[in-house]
């Protein structure tokens, strides 16, 4: 099972969309607060589907109650398309945790010092990021084949 971080995700289309994902692949969802929604929310309902009744979910009011709950944070890896190191090039591990920021930030320079493995994902020069949903599912798709290989 992969642990998803989304570190106080903003628009709830697509938290339900990366819960369902998550109720596809049998990875388990973190949500940081704050939320920029309410987590009752009919877009994440709807975005969701009649999935959300399936998601592994888990909820901290800050980023301190998160880490006090991670076993190993050598195997926390954090997405900012500031890093230099891609996520293609990554051994991912059943259990790892895979962090992402909020949609209109990012991760915060204080979560980013917190934890070591910073990864990228590639992009054109001609875009800032990928949306959020996007990223999650690039690299779950990612762990999940490295993952499935190792068995």
């Not at 590639?122 to 990928?130: A, K, T, V, W, Y």
């Not at 999650?136 to 084949?145: D, I, P, S």
């Amino acid at each position: 099972m992969l642990n998803i971080v989304l570190v106080e995700p903003e628009i709830p289309n697509n938290t339900g969309n990366i819960g369902r994902l998550c109720v596809g692949t049998e990875s388990k969802l973190h949500l940081i607060h704050p939320f920029g929604f309410i987590i009752n929310d009919k877009n994440l309902k709807r975005s969701g589907l009649d999935y959300w009744v399936h998601l592994d979910v888990s909820e901290y009011e800050n980023v301190d109650e998160w880490i006090q709950q991670i076993p190993d944070q050598s195997r926390v890896f954090l997405m900012s398309s500031h890093a230099e190191k891609s996520y293609l090039e990554t051994d991912f591990q059943d259990g790892d945790w895979l962090v992402f920021g909020k949609e209109s930030v990012g991760l915060s320079k204080d979560v980013l010092s917190r934890f070591d493995n910073h990864l990228t994902i590639p992009m054109s020069n001609l875009i800032r990021s990928f949306n959020i949903a996007n990223s999650v599912a690039f690299v779950v798709g990612e762990a999940k084949r490295q993952i499935g290989l190792k068995v």
